[in-house]
């Protein structure tokens, strides 16, 4: 099993569409957990960190279920430029001082 | 301010030759890491350095790798004897420290790697 699955995806939605992306960790002691965003032959950047009561930054929420060992991005009213692949990224705290990315999920927002 | 550098953009090299990548992390930033991604994959981990501590390197891939960082600041990543299944995206992050809860990293923009 995967440390971080996510589901690679396309999703293919129209604009104005609300989209959402789970991802589920492996080891139950993560601490801590993040959205990245990575465009194509672009860096990954930071989209938001995950907290455990959910968050929200604009049109993008985010929300942690411990229990489940997953995580979720919510897009509302997307829009074209955001057409990217998402990447679920944990902290596992086994050590290894340094994050674990999933494969990334694929978003196309289409006209 | 400036943000992760990484050099060169692109490399192409031979099959057996050496070659290495260099990254400049975000100037204050004691953490810096190397990941690699290979086309349509995640990042894989491969080594991390903080402050003056002894680097993590439990993601080397094999004894080809190795990784230095001179004077807590730029970063230089070395592959020997290249071989195809090395060819990849190489990326470099940095963050300001590392603690209970990971610092935001921050990517340079990767060194393509592709070796005929």
């Known amino acids: 099993r995967k440390e971080v699955e996510q589901d690679p995806g396309p999703f293919n939605v129209p604009e104005g569409a609300t989209v959402a992306f789970n991802c589920t960790y492996s080891n139950s002691a993560s601490q801590s957990f993040f959205w990245y965003r990575q465009d194509c032959r672009k860096e990954p950047k930071l989209l938001m960190s995950v907290y455990s009561s959910g968050n929200e930054d604009g049109r993008f929420t985010a929300q942690l279920n411990r229990a489940s060992q997953y995580i979720s991005l919510l897009i509302r009213d997307s829009k074209l430029s955001d057409s990217a692949t998402y990447l679920c990224v944990v902290n596992q705290d086994t050590g290894r001082r340094a994050l674990t990315f999933g494969s990334g999920t694929r978003l196309q927002v289409q006209p | 301010g400036a943000g992760v550098s990484q050099s060169p953009s692109n490399k192409v090299t031979e099959k057996g030759k050496d070659v290495e990548l260099r990254c400049d992390p975000i100037s204050g930033h004691t953490a810096l890491y190397w990941y690699r991604q290979s086309l349509g994959q995640g990042l894989e981990f491969l080594i991390y350095?903080?402050?003056?501590?002894?680097?993590?390197k439990s993601g080397l891939p094999s004894d080809r790798f190795s990784a230095e960082r001179t004077g807590g600041s730029v970063s230089t990543l070395t592959i020997q004897r290249t071989q195809q299944e090395d060819s990849a995206v190489y990326l470099c992050?940095?963050?300001?420290?590392?603690?209970?809860?990971?610092?935001?990293?921050?990517f340079g923009p990767g060194t393509r790697l592709l070796v005929l």
């Open positions: 992050a940095s963050s300001f420290s590392w603690g209970v809860y990971q610092e935001t990293q921050y």
């Open positions: 350095f903080q402050g003056n501590s002894a680097p993590d």
